[in-house]
């Protein structure tokens, strides 16, 4: 696929393992705030989803902020111990961007804990444009994130294509005329076929990271 010039990355589940800090930050609280844990499926398929979005229909009774408290101050402790690179990825982003390509991180999370993990990782300067949660008004499965992204980047959408790892990605890469990938190390769509996804079928799934070479060179 030769006529791509821009690839986009998502960061939770995609780029960066997150899950564990993500799931733990759910069940602390949970037990906070309900005395028990959740169903870690439930929680699964809101991966991708603003936290505010979600927290909203967890906890109704309660004001987000609060809710959003609780989690926050577990999820801030624990989140550079608990995050790593998986495994291909750091070499995938280096050698796209070697080889010439516009990349860049399209995010539903906050900006600091985005550069944080980045950071530790000597991730941050590869990408050319990063969009976070902070830089929108609307989030995925909305276009605007990858929208804003092309425009940073200069790109056209015909010419991008998007690794996500949830239907919020697929999705948010679909509504924008991006080419989709969905990762198949993805905890909250592993193993799904395009099938079984429906309207958010990827255009492709990558069985690893450096599979996306045969893809876009």
Known sequence: MNSIDTVLFDFDGTVMNTNDVILRSWQHTFRTLRGREEDP???LRTFGEPLETTMAKFFPEMPVEESIRVYRSYHYDNFGELISVFPGMKE???EVSARGFK?????SRLYNTTMQGLEKYGLKDYFDAIVTANDTSKHKPDPEPVDITLNKLGSAPE???MLGDTLFDLLCAKNAGVKSVLVSWSLALGGKTKEELG???PDYILQKPADLLDIIC
Do not use: S
């Open 41 to 43: 499926q439930v929680i």
């Open 92 to 94: 995938l982003i280096e």
């Open 103 to 107: 990349l860049g991180l399209v995010t």
């Open 159 to 161: 010419r991008a294509i």
């Open 199 to 201: 309207d958010a079928a």
